[in-house]
C-alpha cells in the first residue's frame, strides 16, 4: 500500500501528515493524524477546507462540489474533504490547533437495531457500534451507504456511553440517495461504516453563560445532544436552556418530548417552537409563534442577547440569518456562538 507525504506551509510553522493508498480524503487522514485542518461540514459544501495545490497531483472525488467557486478552480484550489492523492504534496493552508480532534475520530461498522418516528419525515435511527461511543454532545459522524456516492454527515442525538449506542434524527429529503437508503433499505442487523466523530459545535461545560439552542428542519439532532449533555453535566444546576425549534408547518414541530425527560424541565429548560407557514390541516390548532426561528430567538431574548453561549444547526440560509442577527446586529462575541451547516 502507497504511503505519501503531505507538507503543509500555512501562517504558522510547517505541519506534515502522512496519507496512504485507501484513505477516504486528504482531511480525513490530516484530522486523524491530530493536525488541525480547517474544516466544518465534511461534506463538500461550505468551502472551510479549501488549500492552494503547490507541489503534487491530487484527485477529486466530487468535481462539482459546491465548496469551491470556479474562480477557486483556476487558481489551483482544492477541497481537502473532497480529494486524495496519489503524489506527495506540498500545499498551502493555515491549520490551527482549535480544528484538533478533542476525540480521536475512527471508522468503524455500526449494527442497525432499529427507526422510531419523530416527525411525519425525521426518524430516529439507532445504530449500536463495535465499542464505546466516544463523542462530544453535538458532534456528527459520516456515513458511507451502499450504492451512495460520497459519505452524508449525521449528527448524533444521544451522549457519549459505554455500550456502543449511536442514535442519528435524520430527515428524510424527497429523491435524496442517502435519506431514502435509510429510510427505504436499511434493514435490523445491516451493517453501515461509520466515521468520527467530528465537529466543533459541540458542548462547551466550562462557559459559566446559559445556554441557547436553536434548531430548523434536519438540525434538531445536535441540539438535543446539547441539551441532554448539559444535564449530564449537571449545568442545569446554575445555569439556564432556552431551546428554539423553526419548522415550516405545525406538523414539522419537535424537540420538546425530548426535553420533557431531562430533570429541569419548565424551570432551567424553556422551549419555544415557531412555524414560518401555518398552513396545511393542522394549521387551524396551531396557537404558537408564526415567523422566522432567528427572529424569535431576536425578540425572547431582546436586551441579554449578548450574555448566553449559543448553537445551532440547520439549513444553510437559517445559519446565515442567526450569525447575521447575533454578530452584526447585536454584537455577540463569535467565540459564544457555535453551529453546523446541514449541505
Ligand atoms: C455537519 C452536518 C451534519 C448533518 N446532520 C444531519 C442530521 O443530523 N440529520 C439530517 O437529517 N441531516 C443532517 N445533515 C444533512 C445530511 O448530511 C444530508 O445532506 C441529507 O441527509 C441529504 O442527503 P441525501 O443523500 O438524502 O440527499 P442528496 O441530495 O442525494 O445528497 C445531499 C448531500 O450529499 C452530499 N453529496 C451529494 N453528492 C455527492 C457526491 N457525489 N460526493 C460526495 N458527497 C455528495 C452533499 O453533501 C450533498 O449536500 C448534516 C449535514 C452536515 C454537513
Ligand atoms: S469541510 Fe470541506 S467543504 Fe466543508
Known amino acids: 500500500?502507497?504511503?505519501?507525504?503531505?507538507?503543509?506551509?500555512?501562517?504558522?510553522?510547517?505541519?506534515?501528515?502522512?496519507?496512504?493508498?485507501?484513505?477516504?480524503?486528504?482531511?480525513?487522514?490530516a484530522l486523524q493524524a491530530g493536525v488541525g485542518f480547517p474544516y466544518e461540514c465534511h461534506s463538500g459544501g461550505c468551502g472551510s477546507c479549501r488549500f492552494e495545490l503547490l507541489e503534487g497531483e491530487v484527485d477529486v472525488l466530487w468535481p462539482q462540489a459546491p465548496g469551491l467557486t470556479d474562480r477557486d478552480r483556476r487558481r489551483n484550489r482544492y477541497?481537502?474533504?473532497?480529494?486524495?492523492?496519489?503524489?506527495?504534496?506540498?500545499?498551502?493552508?493555515?491549520?490551527a490547533a482549535e480544528y484538533r480532534p478533542k476525540v480521536q475520530p475512527r471508522v468503524f461498522r455500526a449494527r442497525f437495531v432499529e427507526a422510531l418516528a419523530v416527525t411525519h419525515d425525521i426518524l430516529e435511527f439507532r445504530f449500536v457500534g463495535d465499542g464505546p461511543a466516544e463523542f462530544l454532545p453535538g458532534q456528527f459522524a459520516l456515513m458511507q451507504l451502499p450504492g451512495v456516492e460520497g459519505s452524508r454527515a449525521y449528527s448524533?442525538?444521544?451522549?457519549?456511553?459505554?455500550?456502543?449506542?449511536?442514535?442519528?434524527?435524520?430527515r428524510r429529503v424527497p429523491n435524496g440517495k442517502g435519506s431514502t437508503y435509510l429510510a427505504e433499505h436499511l434493514k435490523p442487523g445491516d451493517s453501515v461504516e461509520v466515521e468520527g466523530p467530528y465537529g466543533l459545535a459541540?458542548?462547551?461545560?466550562?462557559?459559566?453563560?446559559?445556554?441557547?439552542?436553536?434548531?430548523?428542519?434536519?438540525?434538531?439532532?445536535?441540539?438535543?445532544?446539547?441539551?441532554?449533555?448539559?444535564?449530564?453535566a449537571g449545568m442545569f444546576g446554575s445555569r439556564q436552556l432556552h431551546f428554539f425549534y423553526g419548522g415550516r408547518t405545525p406538523r414539522d414541530i419537535c424537540g420538546e418530548k425530548f426535553l420533557r425527560e431531562l430533570p429541569g424541565y419548565g424551570e432551567s429548560i424553556h422551549y419555544?417552537?415557531?412555524?414560518?407557514?401555518?398552513?396545511?390541516?393542522?394549521?387551524?390548532?396551531?396557537?404558537?409563534?408564526?415567523?422566522?426561528?432567528?427572529?424569535?430567538?431576536?425578540?425572547?431574548?431582546a436586551d441579554?442577547?449578548?450574555?448566553?453561549?449559543?448553537?445551532?444547526?440547520?439549513?444553510?440560509?437559517?445559519?446565515?440569518?442567526?450569525?447575521?442577527?447575533?454578530?452584526?446586529?447585536?454584537?455577540?462575541?463569535?467565540?459564544?456562538?457555535?453551529?453546523?451547516?446541514?449541505?
Open 79 to 95: 477541497l481537502a474533504c473532497q480529494c486524495v492523492t496519489k503524489t506527495d504534496l506540498r500545499i498551502k493552508v493555515s491549520a
Open 272 to 301: 419555544y417552537p415557531v412555524v414560518s407557514l401555518p398552513e396545511g390541516d393542522t394549521a387551524s390548532v396551531w396557537k404558537g409563534e408564526v415567523g422566522f426561528v432567528h427572529e424569535l430567538v431576536r425578540q425572547t431574548l
Open 304 to 343: 441579554s442577547i449578548k450574555d448566553f453561549e449559543f448553537y445551532f444547526a440547520g439549513p444553510p440560509p437559517m445559519s446565515q440569518a442567526l450569525q447575521e442577527m447575533l454578530m452584526v446586529g447585536h454584537q455577540v462575541p463569535f467565540e459564544q456562538i457555535h453551529y453546523d451547516r446541514f449541505f
Open 202 to 232: 459541540y458542548l462547551r461545560t466550562d462557559s459559566p453563560r446559559d445556554i441557547v439552542c436553536v434548531a430548523g428542519g434536519s438540525g434538531l439532532a445536535p441540539v438535543v445532544s446539547i441539551a441532554r449533555g448539559a444535564a449530564e
Open 156 to 170: 448524533m442525538s444521544n451522549t457519549p456511553n459505554p455500550q456502543g449506542e449511536w442514535h442519528f434524527q435524520i
Open 1 to 29: 500500500m502507497k504511503d505519501f507525504t503531505i507538507h503543509i506551509h500555512g501562517s504558522g510553522e510547517d505541519e506534515s501528515f502522512r496519507h496512504r493508498e485507501g484513505d477516504r480524503s486528504l482531511l480525513r487522514s
